[in-house]
């Protein structure tokens, strides 16, 4: 099913063209008081909801997506915040965001390629907290015949993603290519970061990764309707 871009013109300036479409990177997108506190509430977060995966540890907020249906969670207020602004920008064709995923990778962790999947509309939009990373992203593998299919033969080109900046993934970016972030402590740019200029980066440099935590706000089309009804009166 294709679903219509629907970005709100303001943002247009800011379409990494030498990616595949399509691809929108903002730099100091949020100011570093709204990145302190957001790093504040996060890891206010009671520890339950934390899960430890290889590589990183998570938040899930707003419900668990399933095929059947994702049965909603109420969102808190400081992550709403950030729903309501990513939906007022048109990322997700008039729907409004309803999940939130908190990432926290700390330095030398990654996470293998891989794609978001049909769960969510075909929008991933990203806010980092506390350091840069650098986004990997790959032919799938079944798109390479012959050749033994490494990561490094599939690999097409990275995005610099730093602190403070949204990076905003549709259409092609979201369904045909997998992406992903090498487990290092160190990042040297090259030609093949297609946004170094908007980044304000350049070529050969080496920045030391710390330890970031990224937002990642979608959404979910399907939501179960299931009502608690415990305690109601008749």
Not at 60 to 67: E, I
Not at 202 to 214: A, F, K
């Amino acid at each position: 099913m294709d679903h219509p871009t629907c970005i709100v013109e303001e943002m247009k300036q800011f379409a990494v063209h030498s990616a595949l479409p399509t691809v929108y990177y903002i730099p100091d997108f949020i100011s570093q008081d709204e990145e302190s506190c957001l790093l504040q509430q996060v890891y206010k977060s009671p520890k339950t909801k934390w899960t430890q995966l290889s590589g990183r540890r998570l938040q899930n907020w707003g419900g668990l997506p399933h095929p059947k249906g994702m049965l909603a969670e109420k969102i808190p207020t400081w992550l709403l915040t950030y729903c309501e602004k990513m939906s007022s920008l048109g990322a997700f064709s008039g729907e409004t965001a309803n999940h939130v995923l908190v990432n926290e990778y700390k330095q030398g962790e990654g996470i293998m390629p891989h794609e978001d999947g049909p769960l969510y509309h075909p929008t991933v939009t990203t806010i980092s907290l506390g350091c840069h990373t650098l986004l990997d992203f790959y032919r799938p593998v079944s798109s390479l015949e012959g050749d033994v299919q490494t990561e490094e033969n599939r690999f097409l080109f990275s995005l610099l993603v730093k602190q403070r900046s949204l990076l905003i993934l549709q259409d092609e970016m979201y369904t045909r290519v997998l992406h992903g972030i090498q487990a290092c402590a160190q990042d040297t740019l090259t030609d093949k970061v297609v946004n170094l200029s908007a980044a304000a980066a350049l070529p050969g440099e080496t920045l030391t990764r710390g330890t970031r935590v990224s937002l990642t706000v979608r959404h979910v089309p399907k939501v179960m309707k299931t009502r608690l009804l415990l305690g109601r009166k008749w």
